[in-house]
């Protein structure tokens, strides 16, 4: 799977859709090699055809799909005498991810079979609500999830994040998740473990064991990579920046913000706004 910087995920929200569709493939149509810059799913209504990522190659037909994970190469084609007839959802987001990895979809295992016609109805929906003209965004974004909370009740693999994820990868989750929920204001670390229900000694000791830096240093990194995402706002001073990012003192983030990014705050926004 991809990785993200911290900017990229401070610009997602928890579950984007970018793109759907659906097409009767003539005999032999193919996509690729290429990359995507997103997830994409594809799931097939009828018909035959090949989809290749990696060193695997997988012939799929009614009541298949498989998963394009971003920044890899794969290629597909139609049947020459079934093509298949398709439709695919493209989709990014924080939570996009784990939801795929719920549902037993990764990288290494991209491919799916599904049970019944719920999944083909959920398709058939999205088709259909593209169209309309007024609050299709909203609707299809409820769609994709409802998608895809349906992949994870018929997911048969024992994928589920809770039991491929270690106890401890949970716990750095939660801990990112706590502090770009609470950033904007002071954040205490033995509030965030109380929060966890763990000991403040031991987040610590895993937060640094797992991402080889302390929950400081996180928490500060965040902070000042967010403010340099609001520096292109100019209607916002440094202060009110630095309030935003949960510095109530503006010379304070001015002497933090120079020391992580090597210039003060005026300095950068000149140079890099």
């Not at 240093?217 to 009110?240: P, Q, W």
Request: proline letters at 2%.
């Amino acid at each position: 799977m991809a990785e993200y910087s911290l900017i990229d995920r401070i610009k997602s929200t928890d579950l984007n859709m970018v793109h759907c569709g659906t097409e009767i493939c003539e005999a032999g149509h193919s996509f690729g090699p290429a990359v995507r810059d997103h997830f994409l799913i594809h799931y097939i209504h009828s018909g035959i055809g090949k989809f290749s990522v990696g060193n695997s190659e997988y012939t799929l037909g009614k009541g298949q799909g498989f998963l394009i994970c971003p920044n890899i190469v794969t290629y597909y084609h139609a049947d020459l005498e079934d093509p298949w007839h398709y439709s695919w959802v493209g989709f990014h987001g924080l939570k996009a991810e784990s939801i795929l990895k719920s549902a037993g979809l990764t990288l290494d295992n991209p491919v799916f079979s599904t049970k019944g016609d719920y999944i083909d109805n959920c398709f058939v929906q999205i088709s259909a609500v593209s169209s309309l003209r007024h609050g299709s965004e909203l609707r299809l974004l409820g769609l994709l999830c409802i998608l895809l909370s349906e992949l994870i009740e018929q997911s048969s693999s024992e994928s589920l994040s809770d039991l491929t994820i270690s106890r401890k990868e949970i716990y750095i989750k939660k801990a990112i998740e706590y502090i770009e929920m609470n950033y904007s204001r002071k954040v205490r670390i033995r509030e965030l473990a109380r929060h966890l229900g763990l000991d403040r000694s031991y987040l610590g000791s895993i937060f640094k064991g797992q991402l080889n830096t302390t929950l400081q240093e996180f928490l500060l990194n965040f902070r000042m990579d967010k403010a340099c995402e609001l520096m292109k706002n100019e209607t916002l001073s440094i202060g009110d920046i630095s309030r935003s990012v949960g510095y109530d003192d503006p010379l304070l983030f001015s002497k933090l913000f120079k020391k992580n990014k090597g210039l003060s705050p005026r300095e950068y926004r000149k140079v890099h706004i």
